[in-house]
Protein backbone atom coordinates (compact mmCIF):
# COMPACT_ATOMS: atom_id res chain seq x y z
CA UNK A 1 0.00 0.00 0.00
CA UNK A 2 1.47 3.62 -0.83
CA UNK A 3 2.05 6.41 1.81
CA UNK A 4 0.35 9.12 1.01
CA UNK A 5 2.52 12.06 0.60
CA UNK A 6 1.49 15.67 2.02
CA UNK A 7 2.73 18.90 0.70
CA UNK A 8 2.34 21.51 3.69
CA UNK A 9 3.99 24.94 2.52
CA UNK A 10 7.77 24.07 2.46
CA UNK A 11 7.64 20.72 4.36
CA UNK A 12 6.45 17.17 2.91
CA UNK A 13 4.39 14.59 5.29
CA UNK A 14 4.34 10.93 4.79
CA UNK A 15 2.29 9.51 7.15
CA UNK A 16 2.22 5.74 7.35
CA UNK A 17 -1.61 4.13 7.57
CA UNK A 18 -0.37 0.39 7.95
CA UNK A 19 2.30 -2.20 8.38
CA UNK A 20 3.97 -1.54 5.49
CA UNK A 21 6.18 -4.41 3.05
CA UNK A 22 9.60 -3.77 1.91
CA UNK A 23 8.81 -3.00 -1.31
CA UNK A 24 6.43 -0.48 0.20
CA UNK A 25 9.15 1.05 2.16
CA UNK A 26 11.47 1.73 -0.57
CA UNK A 27 8.87 3.00 -2.55
CA UNK A 28 8.05 5.63 -0.12
CA UNK A 29 12.01 6.11 0.14
CA UNK A 30 12.19 6.83 -3.89
CA UNK A 31 9.08 8.88 -3.66
CA UNK A 32 10.35 11.36 -1.17
CA UNK A 33 12.88 12.17 -2.51
CA UNK A 34 11.57 12.65 -5.90
CA UNK A 35 9.35 15.08 -4.41
CA UNK A 36 11.53 16.92 -2.13
CA UNK A 37 13.85 17.83 -5.35
CA UNK A 38 10.52 18.60 -7.38
CA UNK A 39 8.93 20.58 -4.64
CA UNK A 40 12.37 22.07 -2.97
CA UNK A 41 11.12 21.39 0.27
CA UNK A 42 13.17 22.04 3.41
CA UNK A 43 11.60 19.45 5.65
CA UNK A 44 10.14 16.11 5.54
CA UNK A 45 8.41 14.37 8.41
CA UNK A 46 7.81 10.98 8.43
CA UNK A 47 5.08 9.62 10.61
CA UNK A 48 5.62 5.92 11.97
CA UNK A 49 2.66 6.02 14.52
CA UNK A 50 0.87 3.38 12.82
CA UNK A 51 4.28 1.08 12.63
CA UNK A 52 3.90 -1.86 15.57
CA UNK A 53 7.32 -2.94 14.20
CA UNK A 54 10.81 -1.66 13.06
CA UNK A 55 13.02 -4.04 12.36
CA UNK A 56 16.29 -3.63 10.79
CA UNK A 57 15.71 -3.09 7.42
CA UNK A 58 12.78 -0.89 8.16
CA UNK A 59 15.38 0.97 10.25
CA UNK A 60 18.00 1.04 7.24
CA UNK A 61 15.56 2.37 5.14
CA UNK A 62 14.50 5.00 7.43
CA UNK A 63 17.84 5.96 8.04
CA UNK A 64 18.39 6.13 3.73
CA UNK A 65 15.87 8.64 3.93
CA UNK A 66 17.23 10.51 5.92
CA UNK A 67 20.65 10.54 3.83
CA UNK A 68 18.89 11.21 0.89
CA UNK A 69 16.84 13.97 2.07
CA UNK A 70 19.88 15.82 3.72
CA UNK A 71 22.03 15.14 -0.14
CA UNK A 72 18.98 17.30 -1.39
CA UNK A 73 19.46 20.24 0.74
CA UNK A 74 16.68 19.11 3.34
CA UNK A 75 16.53 17.83 6.88
CA UNK A 76 14.02 14.91 7.90
CA UNK A 77 12.29 13.98 11.42
CA UNK A 78 10.62 10.76 11.76
CA UNK A 79 7.85 11.14 14.51
CA UNK A 80 5.50 9.16 16.40
CA UNK A 81 7.59 5.72 17.45
CA UNK A 82 5.87 3.47 19.46
CA UNK A 83 7.01 2.77 22.93
CA UNK A 84 6.99 -0.54 22.79
CA UNK A 85 8.87 -0.19 19.48
CA UNK A 86 11.49 2.25 20.62
CA UNK A 87 12.39 -0.67 22.82
CA UNK A 88 13.00 -2.77 20.83
CA UNK A 89 14.58 -1.02 18.40
CA UNK A 90 17.57 -0.32 20.60
CA UNK A 91 17.35 -4.15 22.25
CA UNK A 92 17.92 -5.60 19.08
CA UNK A 93 20.86 -2.63 18.34
CA UNK A 94 19.68 -0.83 16.34
CA UNK A 95 21.66 2.65 16.17
CA UNK A 96 19.67 5.67 15.00
CA UNK A 97 22.03 8.11 15.76
CA UNK A 98 22.25 10.62 12.87
CA UNK A 99 18.38 10.35 12.52
CA UNK A 100 15.81 12.75 14.08
CA UNK A 101 12.85 11.76 15.54
CA UNK A 102 10.56 13.85 17.39
CA UNK A 103 7.06 12.73 19.65
CA UNK A 104 4.64 13.22 16.91
CA UNK A 105 4.18 15.15 13.94
CA UNK A 106 3.42 18.67 16.33
CA UNK A 107 6.97 18.21 17.68
CA UNK A 108 8.16 17.17 14.42
CA UNK A 109 6.95 20.62 12.74
CA UNK A 110 8.50 22.69 15.65
CA UNK A 111 11.51 20.81 15.45
CA UNK A 112 11.48 21.75 11.21
CA UNK A 113 10.66 25.44 12.09
CA UNK A 114 13.39 25.49 14.54
CA UNK A 115 16.25 24.07 12.08
CA UNK A 116 15.06 26.59 9.34
CA UNK A 117 15.53 29.33 12.12
CA UNK A 118 18.47 28.13 13.03
CA UNK A 119 19.50 27.82 9.35
CA UNK A 120 22.87 26.13 8.63
CA UNK A 121 24.76 27.00 11.16
CA UNK A 122 22.58 24.56 13.22
CA UNK A 123 23.64 21.28 14.40
CA UNK A 124 21.89 20.70 17.40
CA UNK A 125 19.79 17.99 17.62
CA UNK A 126 16.69 17.18 19.43
CA UNK A 127 13.52 19.64 19.20
CA UNK B 1 16.68 -33.83 8.44
CA UNK B 2 16.73 -34.87 11.96
CA UNK B 3 13.58 -33.05 14.09
CA UNK B 4 15.60 -29.92 16.10
CA UNK B 5 12.83 -29.54 19.06
CA UNK B 6 13.62 -31.19 21.68
CA UNK B 7 10.40 -30.41 23.45
CA UNK B 8 6.52 -30.99 23.85
CA UNK B 9 5.39 -27.81 21.19
CA UNK B 10 2.35 -27.90 19.36
CA UNK B 11 2.41 -25.52 16.33
CA UNK B 12 -0.51 -23.40 16.27
CA UNK B 13 0.69 -21.27 12.81
CA UNK B 14 2.68 -22.62 10.20
CA UNK B 15 3.58 -19.33 7.72
CA UNK B 16 4.35 -19.82 4.36
CA UNK B 17 7.81 -17.46 3.61
CA UNK B 18 7.97 -16.86 -0.59
CA UNK B 19 8.43 -12.90 -0.63
CA UNK B 20 8.87 -9.83 1.77
CA UNK B 21 4.83 -9.75 1.53
CA UNK B 22 4.52 -12.41 4.05
CA UNK B 23 6.16 -11.00 6.40
CA UNK B 24 3.27 -8.91 7.37
CA UNK B 25 1.14 -11.67 8.19
CA UNK B 26 4.12 -13.77 9.67
CA UNK B 27 4.56 -10.86 12.22
CA UNK B 28 1.51 -10.02 13.17
CA UNK B 29 0.36 -13.84 13.92
CA UNK B 30 3.44 -14.04 16.22
CA UNK B 31 1.84 -10.82 18.10
CA UNK B 32 -1.42 -12.47 18.49
CA UNK B 33 0.02 -15.41 19.44
CA UNK B 34 2.41 -13.91 22.08
CA UNK B 35 -0.63 -11.61 23.20
CA UNK B 36 -3.58 -14.64 24.32
CA UNK B 37 -1.05 -15.90 25.81
CA UNK B 38 -0.40 -12.66 28.05
CA UNK B 39 2.69 -11.30 27.19
CA UNK B 40 2.99 -7.50 27.44
CA UNK B 41 3.20 -5.23 24.81
CA UNK B 42 6.30 -5.13 24.59
CA UNK B 43 7.20 -8.63 24.80
CA UNK B 44 4.72 -8.63 22.04
CA UNK B 45 6.73 -6.09 19.96
CA UNK B 46 9.91 -8.30 20.61
CA UNK B 47 8.18 -11.34 19.56
CA UNK B 48 7.23 -9.59 15.97
CA UNK B 49 10.32 -8.22 15.71
CA UNK B 50 12.63 -11.32 15.87
CA UNK B 51 9.78 -13.26 13.25
CA UNK B 52 10.24 -10.33 11.21
CA UNK B 53 14.45 -10.20 11.03
CA UNK B 54 14.15 -14.20 10.81
CA UNK B 55 11.39 -14.16 8.16
CA UNK B 56 13.32 -11.70 6.43
CA UNK B 57 16.52 -13.29 6.07
CA UNK B 58 14.83 -16.91 5.18
CA UNK B 59 13.72 -14.33 1.56
CA UNK B 60 17.32 -12.41 1.65
CA UNK B 61 19.18 -15.91 1.68
CA UNK B 62 16.95 -18.48 0.59
CA UNK B 63 13.96 -17.36 -0.99
CA UNK B 64 11.50 -19.30 0.33
CA UNK B 65 10.64 -20.99 3.60
CA UNK B 66 8.46 -21.10 6.67
CA UNK B 67 7.88 -20.01 10.12
CA UNK B 68 6.48 -21.83 12.19
CA UNK B 69 4.67 -20.99 15.94
CA UNK B 70 3.91 -22.13 18.87
CA UNK B 71 2.93 -21.96 22.67
CA UNK B 72 5.65 -24.19 24.57
CA UNK B 73 5.43 -24.62 28.51
CA UNK B 74 7.63 -26.46 31.33
CA UNK B 75 5.42 -26.49 34.08
CA UNK B 76 5.79 -23.19 35.60
CA UNK B 77 6.00 -20.98 32.64
CA UNK B 78 4.93 -20.37 29.51
CA UNK B 79 6.54 -19.10 25.98
CA UNK B 80 6.62 -19.06 22.46
CA UNK B 81 8.87 -20.95 20.03
CA UNK B 82 9.07 -19.28 16.71
CA UNK B 83 11.42 -21.82 14.09
CA UNK B 84 12.38 -20.62 10.99
CA UNK B 85 13.25 -23.06 7.97
CA UNK B 86 14.71 -23.21 4.79
CA UNK B 87 16.17 -25.30 2.54
CA UNK B 88 18.22 -22.52 1.12
CA UNK B 89 22.24 -22.36 0.44
CA UNK B 90 22.82 -22.56 4.72
CA UNK B 91 25.55 -20.86 6.18
CA UNK B 92 28.87 -22.82 6.69
CA UNK B 93 29.86 -21.02 9.97
CA UNK B 94 27.18 -20.58 12.24
CA UNK B 95 29.19 -18.94 15.11
CA UNK B 96 30.47 -16.20 12.41
CA UNK B 97 26.85 -14.83 11.71
CA UNK B 98 26.08 -14.28 15.37
CA UNK B 99 28.82 -11.35 15.11
CA UNK B 100 27.04 -8.02 15.40
CA UNK B 101 28.34 -6.34 11.86
CA UNK B 102 28.91 -9.50 10.05
CA UNK B 103 26.95 -9.10 6.61
CA UNK B 104 27.13 -11.08 3.22
CA UNK B 105 24.73 -8.89 1.65
CA UNK B 106 25.51 -5.21 2.82
CA UNK B 107 23.33 -5.03 5.63
CA UNK B 108 23.46 -3.94 9.10
CA UNK B 109 24.13 -7.54 10.25
CA UNK B 110 22.38 -7.17 13.28
CA UNK B 111 19.88 -9.29 12.76
CA UNK B 112 20.81 -12.79 14.05
CA UNK B 113 22.50 -11.22 16.93
CA UNK B 114 20.02 -9.06 17.63
CA UNK B 115 17.51 -12.00 17.25
CA UNK B 116 19.77 -13.70 20.15
CA UNK B 117 19.72 -10.48 22.38
CA UNK B 118 16.01 -10.12 22.01
CA UNK B 119 14.93 -13.73 22.58
CA UNK B 120 16.03 -16.21 25.99
CA UNK B 121 16.83 -19.14 23.84
CA UNK B 122 18.18 -19.48 20.28
CA UNK B 123 19.90 -22.29 18.54
CA UNK B 124 20.84 -22.71 14.92
CA UNK B 125 21.39 -25.42 12.58
CA UNK B 126 22.90 -24.91 9.56
CA UNK B 127 24.99 -26.72 6.81
CA UNK B 128 26.27 -25.40 3.40
CA UNK B 129 23.84 -27.14 0.71
CA UNK B 130 21.33 -28.62 3.54
CA UNK B 131 19.37 -25.20 4.81
CA UNK B 132 18.71 -23.55 8.17
CA UNK B 133 16.92 -24.09 10.61
CA UNK B 134 16.84 -21.29 13.69
CA UNK B 135 14.61 -22.07 16.87
CA UNK B 136 14.18 -19.21 19.12
CA UNK B 137 12.11 -19.15 22.57
CA UNK B 138 10.96 -15.88 24.48
CA UNK B 139 9.49 -16.97 27.66
CA UNK B 140 6.49 -14.82 29.35
CA UNK B 141 7.90 -12.56 32.48
CA UNK B 142 6.69 -13.54 35.77
CA UNK C 1 -15.07 -16.07 60.72
CA UNK C 2 -18.64 -16.11 62.27
CA UNK C 3 -19.97 -19.54 63.33
CA UNK C 4 -22.48 -20.13 60.93
CA UNK C 5 -19.29 -19.53 58.32
CA UNK C 6 -17.25 -22.17 59.65
CA UNK C 7 -19.73 -24.60 59.29
CA UNK C 8 -20.59 -23.40 55.88
CA UNK C 9 -16.74 -23.88 55.12
CA UNK C 10 -16.45 -27.40 56.87
CA UNK C 11 -19.64 -28.72 55.27
CA UNK C 12 -18.19 -28.16 51.75
CA UNK C 13 -14.25 -29.20 52.46
CA UNK C 14 -16.34 -31.93 53.88
CA UNK C 15 -18.63 -32.45 50.47
CA UNK C 16 -15.47 -31.98 48.42
CA UNK C 17 -13.27 -34.54 50.51
CA UNK C 18 -16.05 -36.89 50.02
CA UNK C 19 -16.13 -36.47 46.16
CA UNK C 20 -12.80 -36.86 46.40
CA UNK C 21 -12.28 -40.11 47.75
CA UNK C 22 -15.80 -41.32 45.73
CA UNK C 23 -14.86 -40.35 42.70
CA UNK C 24 -10.81 -40.64 42.74
CA UNK C 25 -10.46 -37.27 40.89
CA UNK C 26 -9.18 -34.30 42.68
CA UNK C 27 -10.25 -31.13 39.93
CA UNK C 28 -13.43 -30.06 41.54
CA UNK C 29 -11.17 -30.33 44.95
CA UNK C 30 -8.22 -28.21 43.48
CA UNK C 31 -10.91 -25.61 41.97
CA UNK C 32 -12.40 -25.35 45.43
CA UNK C 33 -9.40 -25.44 47.63
CA UNK C 34 -8.60 -21.95 44.99
CA UNK C 35 -11.19 -20.27 45.60
CA UNK C 36 -11.35 -21.17 49.63
CA UNK C 37 -8.07 -19.42 49.01
CA UNK C 38 -9.42 -16.65 47.43
CA UNK C 39 -11.88 -15.87 49.93
CA UNK C 40 -9.83 -16.39 53.59
CA UNK C 41 -6.31 -15.06 52.74
CA UNK C 42 -7.13 -11.76 52.41
CA UNK C 43 -8.83 -12.30 55.68
CA UNK C 44 -5.94 -12.96 57.71
CA UNK C 45 -6.35 -16.95 57.67
CA UNK C 46 -3.39 -18.73 58.28
CA UNK C 47 -1.73 -21.60 56.46
CA UNK C 48 -1.99 -23.70 60.06
CA UNK C 49 -5.02 -23.09 60.10
CA UNK C 50 -6.49 -24.23 56.87
CA UNK C 51 -4.46 -26.99 57.66
CA UNK C 52 -5.66 -28.05 60.86
CA UNK C 53 -9.25 -28.19 59.01
CA UNK C 54 -8.24 -30.78 56.54
CA UNK C 55 -6.05 -32.60 58.91
CA UNK C 56 -8.91 -32.41 61.46
CA UNK C 57 -11.36 -33.87 58.45
CA UNK C 58 -9.12 -36.01 57.83
CA UNK C 59 -8.79 -37.86 61.42
CA UNK C 60 -12.63 -37.94 62.21
CA UNK C 61 -13.01 -39.58 59.16
CA UNK C 62 -10.59 -42.38 59.79
CA UNK C 63 -12.41 -42.72 63.22
CA UNK C 64 -15.57 -43.22 61.68
CA UNK C 65 -13.98 -45.98 59.50
CA UNK C 66 -12.57 -47.54 62.83
CA UNK C 67 -15.89 -47.71 64.68
CA UNK C 68 -17.83 -48.74 62.08
CA UNK C 69 -15.53 -51.81 60.87
CA UNK C 70 -13.56 -52.23 64.04
CA UNK C 71 -14.85 -56.09 63.63
CA UNK C 72 -14.28 -56.94 60.31
CA UNK C 73 -10.13 -56.62 60.71
CA UNK C 74 -9.84 -57.40 57.17
CA UNK C 75 -12.55 -54.85 55.71
CA UNK C 76 -10.96 -52.23 58.25
CA UNK C 77 -7.47 -52.72 56.79
CA UNK C 78 -8.54 -52.79 52.96
CA UNK C 79 -10.24 -50.05 53.65
CA UNK C 80 -7.78 -48.11 55.10
CA UNK C 81 -5.38 -49.12 52.45
CA UNK C 82 -7.48 -47.07 50.23
CA UNK C 83 -8.19 -44.31 52.35
CA UNK C 84 -4.92 -42.82 53.95
CA UNK C 85 -3.09 -42.41 50.58
CA UNK C 86 -6.60 -40.57 49.17
CA UNK C 87 -6.61 -38.73 52.44
CA UNK C 88 -3.38 -37.26 52.53
CA UNK C 89 -3.66 -36.71 48.61
CA UNK C 90 -6.56 -34.36 49.62
CA UNK C 91 -4.41 -32.72 52.69
CA UNK C 92 -1.81 -31.94 49.90
CA UNK C 93 -4.49 -30.78 47.47
CA UNK C 94 -5.70 -28.26 49.73
CA UNK C 95 -2.23 -26.92 51.71
CA UNK C 96 -0.68 -26.96 47.70
CA UNK C 97 -3.87 -24.85 46.38
CA UNK C 98 -3.35 -22.03 49.55
CA UNK C 99 0.37 -21.82 49.57
CA UNK C 100 0.19 -21.33 45.76
CA UNK C 101 -2.22 -18.53 46.10
CA UNK C 102 -0.29 -17.15 48.51
CA UNK C 103 2.68 -17.09 46.43
CA UNK C 104 0.59 -15.67 43.57
CA UNK C 105 -0.67 -12.63 46.09
CA UNK C 106 3.31 -11.69 47.43
CA UNK C 107 4.14 -11.42 43.76
CA UNK C 108 1.30 -9.31 43.05
CA UNK C 109 2.89 -6.87 45.87
CA UNK C 110 5.99 -6.88 44.79
CA UNK C 111 5.19 -6.02 41.86
CA UNK C 112 3.26 -3.11 42.84
CA UNK C 113 6.18 -2.54 45.17
CA UNK C 114 8.58 -2.42 42.22
CA UNK C 115 6.41 0.41 40.42
CA UNK C 116 6.34 2.51 42.87
CA UNK C 117 10.17 1.84 43.73
CA UNK C 118 10.36 3.84 40.08
CA UNK C 119 8.20 6.85 40.16
CA UNK C 120 8.42 9.18 37.02
CA UNK C 121 7.52 12.43 38.09
CA UNK C 122 6.73 15.10 36.07
CA UNK C 123 7.79 18.43 37.77
CA UNK C 124 7.16 21.05 34.73
CA UNK C 125 5.78 20.57 31.58
CA UNK C 126 7.36 18.18 29.49
CA UNK C 127 9.86 17.78 31.89
CA UNK C 128 10.05 13.98 33.85
CA UNK C 129 12.23 12.98 36.39
CA UNK C 130 13.20 9.87 37.15
CA UNK C 131 14.88 9.35 40.54
CA UNK C 132 16.34 6.00 41.08
CA UNK C 133 17.17 4.89 44.48
CA UNK C 134 18.19 1.44 45.79
CA UNK C 135 19.57 -1.97 44.12
CA UNK C 136 18.94 -2.67 40.42
CA UNK C 137 18.98 -5.63 38.45
CA UNK C 138 17.76 -6.43 35.12
CA UNK C 139 13.79 -7.01 36.12
CA UNK C 140 13.90 -3.59 37.34
CA UNK C 141 16.05 -1.88 35.08
CA UNK C 142 13.30 -3.05 32.02
CA UNK C 143 10.26 -2.09 34.24
CA UNK C 144 12.00 1.31 34.13
CA UNK C 145 12.70 1.59 30.83
CA UNK C 146 9.14 0.57 29.96
CA UNK C 147 7.42 2.51 32.67
CA UNK C 148 9.76 5.79 31.37
CA UNK C 149 8.67 5.67 27.54
CA UNK C 150 4.98 5.17 28.21
CA UNK C 151 5.66 7.97 30.99
CA UNK C 152 7.31 10.09 28.09
CA UNK C 153 4.68 9.39 25.71
CA UNK C 154 1.50 10.29 28.06
CA UNK C 155 3.07 12.83 29.32
CA UNK C 156 4.50 14.53 25.98
CA UNK C 157 8.22 15.53 27.99
CA UNK C 158 11.00 16.37 26.05
CA UNK C 159 13.53 15.86 28.55
CA UNK C 160 14.13 13.40 30.84
CA UNK C 161 16.20 13.40 33.99
CA UNK C 162 17.38 10.27 34.91
CA UNK C 163 19.05 10.68 38.72
CA UNK C 164 20.85 7.92 40.00
CA UNK C 165 22.25 9.51 43.32
CA UNK C 166 20.70 6.56 45.08
CA UNK C 167 22.35 3.61 43.29
CA UNK C 168 25.49 2.63 44.34
CA UNK C 169 26.66 0.26 41.23
CA UNK C 170 25.88 -1.51 38.80
CA UNK C 171 26.66 -4.53 36.59
CA UNK C 172 27.47 -4.67 33.10
CA UNK C 173 24.30 -5.76 32.01
CA UNK C 174 21.85 -3.36 34.09
CA UNK C 175 24.73 -0.27 33.00
CA UNK C 176 23.66 -1.74 29.43
CA UNK C 177 19.79 -0.97 30.12
CA UNK C 178 20.40 2.33 31.53
CA UNK C 179 22.28 3.11 28.11
CA UNK C 180 18.97 1.66 26.53
CA UNK C 181 17.08 3.86 27.85
CA UNK C 182 18.72 6.74 27.32
CA UNK C 183 18.39 5.77 23.15
CA UNK C 184 14.99 4.19 23.44
CA UNK C 185 14.05 7.78 25.02
CA UNK C 186 15.56 9.86 22.15
CA UNK C 187 13.62 7.76 19.38
CA UNK C 188 10.22 9.32 21.18
CA UNK C 189 12.18 12.50 21.13
CA UNK C 190 13.18 12.95 24.57
CA UNK C 191 16.46 14.37 25.20
CA UNK C 192 18.23 12.70 28.66
CA UNK C 193 20.13 14.16 31.41
CA UNK C 194 21.65 11.57 33.60
CA UNK C 195 22.38 12.82 37.34
CA UNK C 196 24.45 11.50 40.10
CA UNK C 197 26.34 9.32 38.35
CA UNK C 198 29.29 7.61 40.59
CA UNK C 199 32.85 7.24 39.88
CA UNK C 200 32.03 3.04 39.93
CA UNK C 201 28.91 3.44 37.61
CA UNK C 202 30.84 6.05 35.52
CA UNK C 203 33.92 3.09 35.45
CA UNK C 204 31.21 0.44 34.22
CA UNK C 205 29.63 2.24 31.67
CA UNK C 206 33.05 3.02 30.29
CA UNK C 207 33.92 -0.50 30.42
CA UNK C 208 31.00 -1.43 28.51
CA UNK C 209 32.52 0.96 26.02
CA UNK C 210 30.10 3.61 26.65
CA UNK C 211 31.27 7.26 25.22
CA UNK C 212 30.38 9.10 28.36
CA UNK C 213 31.12 11.87 26.56
CA UNK C 214 28.07 11.48 23.84
CA UNK C 215 25.71 11.08 27.02
CA UNK C 216 24.57 13.92 28.58
CA UNK C 217 25.70 13.72 32.23
CA UNK C 218 25.23 16.66 34.79
CA UNK C 219 27.11 16.06 38.19
CA UNK C 220 23.76 16.22 40.20
CA UNK C 221 19.80 16.67 40.20
CA UNK C 222 20.42 20.51 40.76
CA UNK C 223 21.77 20.90 37.95
CA UNK C 224 20.50 18.51 35.90
CA UNK C 225 17.31 20.20 36.53
CA UNK C 226 18.42 23.82 35.64
CA UNK C 227 20.16 22.04 32.08
CA UNK C 228 16.53 20.45 31.30
CA UNK C 229 15.12 23.86 31.85
CA UNK C 230 18.06 25.59 29.81
CA UNK C 231 16.75 23.27 26.80
CA UNK C 232 13.17 23.32 27.40
CA UNK C 233 13.54 27.32 27.15
CA UNK C 234 12.32 28.35 30.85
CA UNK C 235 14.94 31.04 31.23
CA UNK C 236 15.85 30.34 35.15
CA UNK C 237 16.37 33.88 37.07
CA UNK C 238 17.05 34.76 40.42
CA UNK C 239 13.94 34.96 42.96
CA UNK C 240 14.75 38.78 43.10
CA UNK C 241 14.79 39.78 39.81
CA UNK C 242 11.15 37.79 39.61
CA UNK C 243 9.66 40.03 42.61
CA UNK C 244 10.91 43.29 40.83
CA UNK C 245 8.97 42.11 37.51
CA UNK C 246 5.90 41.61 39.31
N1 LIG D 1 18.33 -18.32 6.31
C1 LIG D 1 19.60 -18.07 5.93
N2 LIG D 1 20.20 -18.79 4.94
C2 LIG D 1 21.46 -18.53 4.57
N3 LIG D 1 22.23 -17.57 5.12
C3 LIG D 1 21.72 -16.82 6.09
C4 LIG D 1 20.38 -17.02 6.56
N4 LIG D 1 20.15 -16.14 7.55
C5 LIG D 1 21.27 -15.42 7.70
N5 LIG D 1 22.22 -15.82 6.83
C6 LIG D 1 23.60 -15.29 6.74
O1 LIG D 1 23.92 -14.68 7.98
C7 LIG D 1 24.36 -13.34 7.78
C8 LIG D 1 23.97 -12.50 8.96
O2 LIG D 1 22.58 -12.38 9.04
P1 LIG D 1 21.94 -11.15 9.80
O3 LIG D 1 20.47 -11.23 9.72
O4 LIG D 1 22.57 -11.10 11.16
O5 LIG D 1 22.49 -9.89 9.00
P2 LIG D 1 22.05 -9.38 7.57
O6 LIG D 1 20.80 -10.04 7.14
O7 LIG D 1 23.22 -9.54 6.66
O8 LIG D 1 21.79 -7.84 7.82
P3 LIG D 1 20.53 -7.20 8.62
O9 LIG D 1 19.74 -8.32 9.19
O10 LIG D 1 21.12 -6.34 9.65
O11 LIG D 1 19.78 -6.45 7.60
C9 LIG D 1 23.72 -12.92 6.48
O12 LIG D 1 24.43 -11.89 5.85
C10 LIG D 1 23.76 -14.23 5.69
O13 LIG D 1 25.01 -14.43 5.10
MG1 LIG E 1 19.08 -10.16 8.41
Redesign the pocket.
Known sequence: MAVPILKQSHYLIATIQSALTDADLVQLRDALADKVGKFRSRGVIVDVTALDVLD??AS?TLRDISYMIKLRGAETVIVGIQPEVAFAMVQLGIAFEDVATALDLEEGLLYLDKKQKLGQHGSQRGF | MAASVGFEAETEFCIAVNSDNDLVAARRKGRVLAEQIGFSGSEATLVATAIS?LA???V???GR?EILLSTVGNGSSIGITVI?R?Q????ADTRR?LEHG????G????????VRRIMDEFDII?APGLG?T?TVTKWKRR | MTKEEIFAEATSVYDNYVEALETGTFEALQSYSRNLSERIIPRGVQTDEVVGIVLLLRDVLARSLFAKYQTDFRLLNRILDAYEPAANRIANTVAVGFVQERERIIREQQEAIRELSTPVLQVRERLLILPIIGVMDPQRARQLTEQLLRGIRANRARVVVIDITGVAAINSNVANHLVQTVEASRLLGATVIVTGLSPEIAQTLVNIGVDLGKMNTVGDLQGGIEEAERLLGYKVVPLTETTQQV
Request: no cysteine.
Open positions: SFR | ERNISYAGADGPGIVYSTSGLGLGLPGSTI
